[in-house]
Each structure stands twice: as structure tokens, then as C-alpha cells.
């Protein structure tokens, strides 16, 4: 009889301890879920995102517009051979921030959370007005951020994969944004384009300065 009462207290006792933990993990688990949907973060694709990479991320990303040869495409979904054969064929292309349809969808479709968009550098593309143009049409305008990230590519990419991490955390958006900042301002971005030619057909060089710098064989470095 007391080894029977003596077993019973031993799975009693580990039954106890077995549920608790159980209850953690589950509490856990629940509370990671609920920080993650307190904050959705929006960016575009010069973020070097595709829109299946966010989607695995619990980011939205906006493809830009890009035309070429008067043929429209979204950024990061196109045949990417074809686009630089068109390019060394002679055709300029350009590009467009994303419609601000697309931008005000993503805004009320993320109506119960805090939103955060982090677009790629003010006077680059029109990102950044028309996500703030979008914001100022949206219903829920007053739990929109909009952040200018001040560049492009491999830092803008860096900006949303610490913003990721934050939120993961369960940092609010006004944390978030703290941090990039910190990060924005002690960042140094270089542009280093192949030759002076790209620079000479995108308007951004006289003709005579890239004549004279493809000459003289010179590398064109840019620092933001």
C-alpha cells in the first residue's frame, strides 16, 4: 500500500510538472504569434525582396514598375536574361514606384495592426511620396508609419531585415523605427555604376563627361 501511494505521488508530481511546461510552451507560443501580428511591415522591391522571399518573412513587397523597349514589367518578376539582352541591345530602362492602389490595398488590408513601410530613398523614385499619399487616403492612417530609408539596395535590404528581427521581438513600431534610425544615420552607401555609359543614357551625365571619363578609363564612385 505505501509503494502504491509512494508511485502515485511520484506521477502525480511529474504529471503536474509535465503540464506546466506544457502550458508554457503554449502561453509562449501564443504570446510570439500575437507580438508578430501587432506589426506589419511593408517595403518595395528595391529592397532586393521578391514577393515570395516577404512572404516568408511576414513582409509585403511592392514590386516597382519597370519598362523597356515600351514593354511594362514588375521588378524581381521578369525573365531577368531577356531584360539585360534588351538592355545591351541599346533600350534605356526606366522605372516607377508602385501604383498607389496597390499601396493603399496594403495599408487597409493590415488595418488592425501597426504598419510600418520602409520605402527606398526620397528623391531616387516617387516611393516615399506616394506611400505618404497613400497614407493620408487610408482609413487607418493614424497607426501608419512611413519611413524614408535614404538609400537603396543592399542597405534598404539591411533596414527590413532588422526591422524584421525587432518586430519578432516585440518591438512596437516606434522602437523599430528608433533603431533604424540609428542605423540611417551612421550608414554609408557607394554606388559604383560599370562604366559611364549607364550614367550618359539615364540623363544623370552630360554626354562630353562621359565621353571624356570613359577616355580617360576613369571608375565613377558615388557616396551617399
Known amino acids: 500500500m505505501n509503494l502504491y501511494i509512494l508511485f502515485s505521488q511520484i506521477i502525480q508530481k511529474h504529471f503536474i510538472t509535465l503540464s506546466k511546461i506544457i502550458c508554457r510552451i503554449i502561453k509562449n507560443g501564443w504570446s510570439l504569434s500575437a507580438r ?6 511593408i517595403t518595395d522591391t528595391s529592397a532586393l525582396f521578391t514577393v515570395e522571399n516577404g512572404i516568408h518573412m511576414g513582409v509585403d513587397v511592392l514590386p516597382l514598375c ?17 531584360f539585360l539582352d534588351k538592355i545591351k541591345e541599346g533600350h534605356v530602362p526606366s522605372s516607377s514606384q508602385p501604383p498607389i492602389g496597390e499601396v493603399l490595398a496594403a495599408y487597409e488590408d493590415a488595418k488592425e ?15 516615399y511620396q506616394t506611400a505618404c499619399m497613400a497614407k493620408q487616403q487610408a482609413c487607418n492612417a493614424s497607426s501608419i508609419t512611413v519611413l524614408n530609408s535614404q538609400t537603396l539596395c543592399g542597405p534598404h535590404r539591411y533596414l527590413v531585415e532588422k526591422a524584421v528581427r525587432l518586430r519578432d521581438l516585440g518591438k512596437n513600431v516606434k522602437e523599430i523605427v528608433q533603431e533604424l534610425e540609428h542605423s540611417i544615420a551612421s550608414e554609408h552607401s557607394f554606388l559604383i555604376p560599370q562604366n559611364f555609359d549607364f550614367l550618359r543614357r539615364g540623363g544623370r551625365l552630360k554626354p562630353a563627361a562621359a565621353t571624356i571619363g570613359g577616355l580617360l578609363k576613369l571608375k565613377p564612385i558615388m557616396e551617399k
Not at 508578430?36 to 511591415?41: L, R
Not at 519597370?66 to 531577356?82: A, E, G, N, P, W
Request: charged share 30%; with cysteine; glycine share 8%.
Open 66 to 82: 519597370v519598362s523597356i523597349d515600351d514593354h511594362q514589367y514588375r521588378d524581381l518578376c521578369f525573365d531577368t536574361k531577356l
Open 36 to 41: 508578430k501580428g501587432m506589426v506589419k511591415i
Open 113 to 127: 495592426e501597426e504598419i510600418l513601410n520602409i520605402t527606398m530613398a526620397d528623391g531616387l523614385s516617387g516611393t
